[in-house]
């Protein structure tokens, strides 16, 4: 298959894939092998374009490298709120939110293939507790509930990040927020 080499980038995209985004007369051009250079290179500079606008990074200190993610990401969850997991008796309060998953492979794949998460949904740092230790987790939205029991979570660490507990849930503390 035709290729084109996409500026700023050394990866060839099929010209199948430039071709959805260029106009019907350039397409009947390709079709025939008629097409100039010039064209070519607009579907996939346009391609480029449209693609790269669809994505975002972040520096993943955790993962230790630049994280892909989508531009617009649905959390159900905020900072502050107090939550469950839906597997595993633990509930926390969370403190960040990824849009997507963000720590190591070695971390993911000690996780039993029957409950991996998929990695396209966003992932919670909570500050955990369950009735025998207080911790940090990692917990993908699909492993999350909203907590039933209404109370605060006895994290020693809590008072550093977050004001006082009220109406269900956590408040971050002001001189955090940006």
């Keep these: 298959m035709d290729s084109c080499l996409l500026p700023g980038r050394l990866e060839a995209r099929p010209l199948a894939d ?8 350039v397409l009947h051009r390709l079709a025939r092998g008629q097409l100039h250079a010039r064209s070519l290179f607009r579907a996939c500079t346009a391609l480029y374009r449209s693609k790269a606008m669809e994505r975002s990074h972040f520096y993943s200190p955790q993962a230790g490298r630049r994280i892909e993610t989508p531009r617009h990401s649905s959390a159900s969850f905020a900072i502050g709120d107090v939550v469950r997991h839906r597997m595993f008796d633990f509930r926390g309060v969370i403190f960040d939110i990824d849009p997507v998953f963000a720590n ?3 971390w993911y794949e000690a996780i039993p ?3 991996r998460p998929h990695k396209d949904q966003p992932f919670y740092h ?5 009735e025998d230790s207080s ?9 999350l509930l909203q907590d039933e029991e209404g109370g605060p ?14 109406g269900g849930k956590y408040r971050l ?4 927020t940006h």
């Design 18 to 25: 430039a071709s959805r985004l260029a106009k019907p007369h």
């Design 104 to 106: 190591s492979e070695e």
């Design 113 to 115: 293939t029957a409950q």
């Design 126 to 130: 909570l500050l955990a507790e369950n």
């Design 135 to 143: 911790y940090v987790a990692y917990v993908s939205q699909q492993n």
């Design 153 to 166: 979570v006895d994290h020693p660490s809590v008072s550093q990040l977050f004001e006082a507990f009220s």
């Design 173 to 176: 503390r002001r001189s955090l």
